[in-house]
């Protein structure tokens, strides 16, 4: 027997750790993802203000703390009884766009890209954005410069980019001026050329050559969860939740019910939690016959929505679903599905940008304490966001409950690089470029894991443990 | 020659580390004088080398050594006494790393009732003993890198400011060594200052400031004198940027926002006590000090690592 240790998992957001057991044939006879540390925001958010929640969830995490700030507002304009004015409102879309393009960017061309970029077994030390902007000076300019373009765009609109402040009780604490909106415009647009570019440059020279390798790595069969509008369009920000099945079969409620959709299991050997879906049965992360699985982020947004309410974006998923299918179960293509919502949200800048709203000085209305429940959700990148807060009669909080997007992918991860890890690793025989492609498919799911720890205080790590046929561990590496 | 550089995140959000691709375009210039030998988040550097096949965990020399994040678990105590041993000069990056940031918040509670919490008192969750099976178990707090290695640089801030980086990593490119100045964001801020407040209530964000954004910044009134809590008084200068700003004044970043500072920088030396100083500042201008709601957790929001924040006694039943 021997174990395989890959730690850390690089180049994703958080710490973790696969260690993969081959049995005396050197085969793969099980896989555990297990998440070592959890964070204490369930529990430190007690006591606090509920208009200060904004500010503080944010630092679950800086990578996109939008998703959290934003959520976090909506949240609380539910505990207050409150509506945005429709600047606030569409401010708050605007981040969320801008945080988008930004996240998307940094996912594809610096965490997950190098490995398509550069190839999946090339050597570890060009297998990098810095690589890339070796090889491709160019394109690492262009990589490094729009993202970047997003970061500027978030201080023009609110002062921070990173664990932003003005999404409040009641909208948005800065009207945008028009000079700032004549700052934004050209930003915007060279946004959206890049956006076109990635979109071109990756079906022509990226993805083409890793059809096969998307076809057989981290494949498996699951549900899906997105938010949609009431004609079935994809809606980042607001909407009603769209839960489908394997078959493309769906139920759809509002978050405030969620409770009723969704539940969370607790396995003795992670800290991090199984979201499932509840009305499905018992859960099961069983290869051959999964249950009660569902995926969230970008390939399962793109799943379940109908359409996309921008041209360029609704004609690449026509593209996609004449390609693929609906649902697609194909793991690795969750950076295809990215970078076409990439596209849409640097169209939907453009767009909101020139909305006779955006400028208007009425965007936000004072609140009073009172004691409430309100639930807020939003589409983060990484999947559906829900906060759900109670307060007292004074605003503050008595008790809150967050499910986050990495969160719901849990169960899914596991299975993604226990299927890689079999398929790939066959009579003992592998190496660094094999091991690297297990990984892959965790880096598909971009998962957060400082999201995903969120409950108990700490950084994460997630450890991939073998056990044989009997569920006996094997073997065990532990990370800490 | 290149000067090697070494990067490790702990108990993190991630936000240093965007912070650091904050630099933007001239991080493409700094690259030519810098040497990543290891940082997770980007490269593909691994512990046990790139096979797994060693068994001690190596981080290569380098001749700086970046930390962001506190430390919660004994691993994280490891990769930082790793990093101390490996790097010549260590930098402690982001208020994290400086004073154990917002996830110290849960400093104020015993770990136990966080597992209580999590596993047996949330509404989605099937209850369950806590998970115990290979598992870490964490530290009973969070604490700030220095309260486990010595550290050498401290660039604070949630996140940090990515002008600081460039400042600190220039300076030991130089050989010369980098201190932020013991300003307070008061110092910086443009914001017009009559020395009393307006009114003698402390008001929540729960309604918006008094600004009006076709003036000057120095014609809008300092958001504490209009009676808003801002921490302004108590915390380091070295947020604000001209950039964020597009009309070439530096503004602290959360005052552009019309929010007021909730002293993400931290206190503006070591040492200093700044719940004890915000009191002052409050009173000096004529509010009421004793007003200000959970004033323990957002005095100490960013700081709550080297002993700040801890459990309090249970009160005694009456």
């Known amino acids: ?480 | 020659m290149a000067v090697k550089v070494a990067e490790e995140w702990l108990n993190i959000c991630g936000g240093c580390e965007v912070t650091i691709l904050d630099i933007g375009e001239p991080l493409l210039d700094l690259l030519g004088e810098l040497n990543f030998v290891h940082m997770p988040v980007l490269m593909d550097h691994k512990y046990f080398g790139q096979m797994g096949e060693k068994d001690e965990m190596e981080i290569p020399e380098a001749d700086v050594g970046i930390i962001s994040g506190g430390v919660r678990t004994e691993k994280e105590r490891k990769v930082a006494e790793l990093m101390r041993k490996q790097c010549k000069t260590l930098i402690a990056l982001g208020s994290c790393a400086c004073y154990g940031g917002i996830p110290a918040m849960a400093n104020m509670f015993p770990l136990e009732a966080m597992y209580e919490k999590v596993y047996r008192g949330s509404k989605t969750t099937d209850s369950a003993e806590t998970p115990n099976e290979n598992l870490p178990p964490l530290l009973e707090k969070v604490l700030a890198v220095d309260e486990v290695v010595k550290v050498d640089v401290y660039i604070p801030g949630c996140p940090t400011n990515p002008d600081l980086i460039v400042k600190a990593i220039t300076a030991l490119l130089e050989g010369k060594t980098f201190k932020l100045e013991e300003r307070s964001v008061c110092d910086e801020c443009p914001l017009k200052r009559e020395k009393k407040a307006s009114g003698g209530q402390i008001k929540r964000t729960l309604e918006s400031v008094e600004f009006d954004q076709s003036q000057p910044w120095e014609n809008t009134r300092c958001f504490m004198e209009q009676g808003f809590l801002c921490l302004g008084p108590v915390t380091l200068a070295g947020c604000g940027n001209k950039e964020g700003n597009g009309d070439g004044v530096t503004v602290p970043r959360c005052i552009k926002g019309n929010m007021p500072c909730r002293g993400c920088f931290g206190p503006i030396r070591k040492g200093a006590n700044p719940l004890v100083d915000m009191m002052s500042a409050i009173s000096s201008i004529g509010l009421d000090a004793k007003q200000v709601p959970d004033r323990r957790a957002l005095l100490n929001r960013y700081i709550g690592a080297q002993n700040r924040l801890r459990p309090l006694p249970a009160r005694p039943s009456r």
């Open chain 1, 1 to 480: 027997m021997k174990t395989i240790t890959i730690y850390p998992v690089t180049r994703l957001e958080g710490h973790a750790k696969i260690t993969i057991n081959l049995d005396d044939a050197g085969n793969v006879a099980d896989t555990f993802v297990n998440v070592v540390e959890l964070r204490g925001f369930e529990k430190f958010c007690i006591g606090r203000p509920v208009e200060e929640l904004p500010r503080i969830v944010t630092s679950i995490c800086g990578v996109c703390p939008w998703s959290h700030h934003l959520a976090s507002a909506k949240t609380n304009d539910a505990i207050f009884g409150v509506t945005p004015p429709p600047a606030g409102r569409k401010l708050r879309e605007l981040c969320n766009a801008v945080a988008y393009t930004e996240e998307h960017i940094l996912h594809f061309f610096f965490l997950a890209g190098p490995d398509y970029v550069m190839g999946p077994d090339s050597d570890y030390s060009v297998r990098n954005v810095i690589g890339i902007a070796q090889a491709n000076p160019e394109l690492g300019k262009k990589v490094v410069r729009n993202r970047h373009l997003g970061a500027q765009m978030l201080n023009i609109i609110s002062g921070k980019s990173i664990h932003p402040v003005t999404a409040v009780a009641g909208g948005f604490s800065k009207p945008l001026t028009e000079a700032e909106r004549q700052k934004l415009i050209p930003m915007a647009k060279e946004v959206l050329e890049f956006a076109k570019f990635a979109m071109s440059f990756t079906k022509e020279n990226i993805f083409p050559k890793y059809l096969e390798t998307v076809k057989t790595v981290g494949v498996i069969n699951t549900g899906f969860l997105g938010t949609v509008t009431d004609d079935g369009t994809l809606d980042l920000y607001d909407g009603k939740a769209r839960l489908m099945k394997p078959d493309g079969s769906y139920e759809e409620f509002e978050y405030a019910d969620y409770t009723d959709h969704i539940g969370e299991h607790v396995e003795p050997w992670s800290y991090m939690k199984f979201p499932y879906a509840k009305n499905w049965g018992k859960i099961s992360m069983d290869l051959d016959n999964p249950s009660a699985i569902y995926r969230t982020n970008s390939l399962a947004r793109i799943n379940v929505c109908d359409k996309f309410s921008t041209p360029l974006a609704q004609a690449e998923l026509e593209e996609f679903r004449e390609k693929f299918g609906r649902p697609c179960q194909l793991t690795l293509l969750y950076n295809w599905a990215r970078l076409i919502e990439l596209l849409y949200n640097a169209e939907k800048v453009n767009e909101l940008l020139e909305d006779p709203d955006i400028t208007s000085k009425e965007t936000r209305v004072p609140v009073t304490p009172r004691a409430a429940r309100g639930v807020g959700s939003v589409e983060a990148p990484r999947g559906t966001l829900i906060h759900d807060y109670e307060t007292d009669e004074n605003g503050l909080i008595t008790d809150i409950n967050l499910i986050v997007g990495t969160t719901h992918n849990n169960a899914p991860i596991n299975m993604s690089v226990k299927q890689a890890a079999k398929t790939l690793i066959k009579d003992g025989k592998y190496d660094q470029g094999i091991l690297n492609t297990v990984e892959m498919a965790i880096r598909a799911y971009d998962p957060c894991l400082s999201c995903a720890t969120h409950k108990l205080d700490g950084s994460i790590a997630v450890k991939l443990e073998i056990r044989d046929s009997g569920g006996k561990v094997i073997d065990t590496i532990a990370n800490w």
